[in-house]
């Protein structure tokens, strides 16, 4: 079980990035252009925000079933000592989190503005600070803090 949700957390890692890739860009060109802000924008913008929730609940699930964490937390100064250990027992979990309050706090704030205009900026920069978080926090392969293959195999 746990294998198959670390190859589903690999997979939907896509999706978000996906979505806040594309959200960004409709949030740029609907800024720029003053756009209308369409049910589509809004859709965009609900999916994106959701897919992101789906990927921190499996995420909670793993770090709870995690036998890096669990080793980390009993044996937390070896663990400390480790990069790669203290990365995911510590760093990953929190800056996620974080990432994922910023794009629910900014899917709910653009839902609530009454311009088109601020819609798209709002969306547009809380989902980049968010992007630009989790691109920091993945664990790439190129990464000097975790090493992990782009895509996990079941």
Excluded: C
């Excluded at 036998?67 to 800056?95: C, D, N, R, S």
């Amino acid at each position: 079980m746990y294998f198959l949700l670390l190859s589903f957390h690999s997979i939907i890692r896509w999706l978000v990035l996906a979505g806040l890739l594309f959200s960004i860009y409709r949030g740029w060109q609907g800024y720029k252009n003053d756009r209308p802000f369409t049910k589509n924008d809004n859709a965009l913008r609900h999916w994106t925000a959701t897919i992101a929730h789906i990927q921190l609940i499996i995420g909670f699930t793993l770090y709870v079933k995690s036998p890096q964490v669990k080793y980390f937390f009993t044996w937390t100064k070896l663990g400390l000592q480790q990069p790669e250990m203290a990365f995911f027992a510590i760093a990953h979990i929190l800056v996620m989190l974080l990432s994922i309050v910023i794009i629910t706090i900014g899917s709910a704030l653009a839902k609530r503005k009454v311009t088109d205009r601020d819609k798209f900026r709002t969306m547009m920069r809380y989902y980049a600070i968010a992007l630009l978080l989790i691109f920091l926090a993945i664990p790439w392969p190129f990464s000097p803090f975790a090493h992990r293959p782009f895509i996990r195999t079941f």
